[in-house]
């Protein structure tokens, strides 16, 4: 039988930004991210990520996911 949607997703890290690395490349976008996660900013949306590849957008973007589901269960 075929998985749901919903068992394939693993549940939020108790810490969404633990093991992201803070550098000058990607800092503004974390500062605008958890801003965007935690409601303080909703002028923020949409936001859009750009950069070359190797940056960390995709675990930028993976944070944000993780907190707002931490912050907006169900």
């Known amino acids: 039988a075929m998985e749901s949607e919903h068992e394939t997703i693993p549940p939020p890290p108790a810490h969404p930004w633990?093991?992201?690395?803070?550098?000058?490349?990607?800092?503004?976008?974390?500062?605008?991210?958890?801003?965007?996660?935690?409601?303080?900013?909703p002028g923020l949306s949409p936001l859009v990520v750009h950069g070359p590849s190797g940056v960390g957008?995709?675990?930028l973007?993976?944070?944000l996911v993780a907190e707002w589901l931490t912050r907006h269960p169900g």
Not at 18 to 40: F, K, M, S, T
């Open 61 to 63: 973007l993976a944070g």
């Open 57 to 59: 957008k995709s675990r």
């Open 18 to 41: 633990d093991g992201l690395v803070i550098a000058p490349e990607n800092a503004l976008a974390h500062a605008g991210l958890a801003a965007l996660a935690r409601g303080d900013e």
